[in-house]
């Protein structure tokens, strides 16, 4: 009885050892299937649920550089160019993973993949219209069709895509945007750096200023202690002025009182000597009249 209760766990544990397998192949195939139908976003969600059950999966990994070149090519046939790119890196980052893969399908379609991968990448910054930039992606992709061709040299889409790439290069090369254009780029180039240096430039500036002012303010103080000591030395020489006059004032009118009594005296003088004469008109005057009564 024990011995068939074993027998029976042990076919149990191989039944869901199977079944879970046949799960994860089921959802798998159909996220593959979602794939070829075009149903991008919902296989990208699929292999990452997947990718939580086996997250260092090589197959998952290689389906999920697939679903995002799928997503880069999407965008580029609608001219959205920014949204391409963003696609094409993240299929580059996926496809790099499994360059070194054990399964040799997955390794040389990967190696294939990345190196068109790379040719999106240059055709997408063509069509962004950076030249400099450009050149240097298809310079790249150039590289990467040559060291596939050295692992497999027998690929013909790898020839037909280098040949390509190759002529579109030196069309390029052989047809440079107007000077203007790279006169364009190299100012902007230069503008950028001009602003960066005028940032540093401000922000020594603003040290410099930061450091001055605790110098400035030293400075006002002393000029109000400057401003203080000058208001109070003027209220000091105006008072030493006003007292000096105070001073002068007084001495003038001591001075002043000896004439002022030569003046009384002078005029009290010329009062009596009015007075005696007068008094002798006076005189004269009752003898005429009686001189004249006399006369008469």
């Known amino acids: 009885m024990h011995r068939h209760l074993l027998v029976w766990i042990a076919l149990m544990a191989i039944a869901w050892n199977g079944w879970a397998a046949e799960s994860f192949r089921q959802r798998l195939d159909k996220a593959n299937t979602a794939l070829n139908s075009g149903k991008i976003d919902e296989a990208l969600g699929a292999y990452r649920d997947l990718q939580t059950e086996d997250p260092e999966s090589e197959t998952l990994y290689y389906n999920l550089g697939c679903a995002h070149y799928r997503q880069g090519r999407e965008a580029a ?22 360059l070194n893969a054990r399964d040799s399908n997955i390794r040389q379609n990967a190696a294939f ?70 006169q364009g780029q190299g100012e902007q180039k230069k503008d950028e750096k001009d602003g960066q240096k005028q940032e540093q430039e401000n922000q020594q500036g603003q040290e ?8 400035q303010d030293d400075r006002k103080d002393q000029e109000k202690k400057d401003e203080k000591s000058g208001e109070t030395q003027e209220a000091s020489e105006l008072k030493e002025a006003q007292q000096a006059e105070k001073e002068q004032q007084e001495q003038a009118q001591d001075e002043a009182k000896p004439d002022d009594k030569q003046n009384v005296e002078a005029l009290l003088q010329s009062l009596e000597d009015t007075d005696h004469r007068e008094q002798r008109d006076m005189l004269n005057q009752r003898k005429e009249i009686k001189m004249r009564k006399e006369w008469w």
């Open 77 to 98: 046939d609608q001219k959205q160019a920014q949204d391409a790119l963003a696609s094409f890196e993240e299929a580059k980052k996926n496809f790099e993973k499994v």
């Open 113 to 182: 993949q990345h190196a068109n991968t790379v040719a999106q990448i240059a055709l997408q910054s063509k069509e962004a219209q950076k030249y400099e930039e450009t050149v240097k992606a298809f310079e790249e992709s150039i590289k990467e069709y040559e060291s596939f061709l050295k692992q497999y040299p027998g690929h013909e889409g790898a020839r037909a895509k280098l040949d390509y790439m190759r002529y579109i290069l030196k069309t390029m090369l052989q047809n440079p945007p107007p000077p203007q254009e790279q």
């Open 208 to 215: 410099q200023q930061n450091q001055d002012e605790p110098k």
